[in-house]
């Protein structure tokens, strides 16, 4: 079992920037694919990014791509997203989630995250 815990989200200026991390319990973390999607009111939830095991692999959705960037840590057990030159059509609730490698079933997922961006 894994629990993930978002954090870093809020109220940032359009052009501005802000970090989410997305904390996990548990020993497993580096077994699995972590990814980032967001819902916008009214919206279907969205895939953001994605990072390999090893954080080697990364993929973007053409919406965010030079602009976020994912990471993570696996001695913290943390991944990341960096956003930056962020508009008000980002704003949404973020959340992370994990799977295994090679799999499109999400198997855990967090509590999301809320970042507002104002223009």
């Known amino acids: 079992q894994v629990q993930l815990v978002e954090s870093g989200g809020g109220l940032v200026q359009a052009g501005g920037s802000r970090r989410l991390s997305c904390a996990a319990s548990?020993?497993?973390?580096?077994?699995?694919?972590m990814d980032w999607f967001r819902q916008a009111p009214g919206k279907e939830r969205e895939f953001v990014a994605s990072?390999?095991?090893?954080?080697?692999?990364?993929s973007y959705a053409d919406s965010v791509k030079g602009r976020f960037t994912i990471s993570r840590d696996n001695a913290k057990n943390t991944a990341y997203l960096q956003m930056n030159s962020l508009k008000p059509e980002d704003t949404a609730v973020y959340y992370c989630?994990?799977?295994?490698?090679?799999?499109?079933?999400?198997?855990?997922w967090g509590q999301g995250t809320q970042v507002t961006v104002s223009s």
């Open positions: 989630a994990a799977r295994r490698p090679g799999s499109s079933t999400r198997d855990f």
């Open positions: 548990g020993r497993t973390f580096n077994n699995y694919v």
């Open positions: 990072i390999g095991r090893l954080g080697i692999y990364t």
